[in-house]
């Protein structure tokens, strides 16, 4: 009766730690969704760049529109 209580408290502890192993593994794919962020700024930097010069360009000709 005693091995089988041991047998029952090793499964426990083992279900506890993969839990908390889970926990770990979230911050690992968030860390993961960052790092490719950050390599497609960074290759596509010069298009980016472009996009919102085009676009502060657009609202610094538009509002002087609204002014007049």
Request: avoid cysteine.
């Amino acid at each position: 009766m005693d091995q089988v209580k041991k047998e029952l408290n090793m499964v426990k502890e083992s279900v506890k730690g993969f839990v908390n192993e889970e926990d770990g593994v979230g911050i690992i794919e968030v860390i993961l969704i960052l790092v490719i962020l950050i390599g497609f700024v960074a290759l596509f930097k010069d298009q980016i760049d472009e996009v919102i010069q085009k676009a502060l360009g657009n609202i610094t000709t538009d509002s002087g529109k609204v002014t007049h």
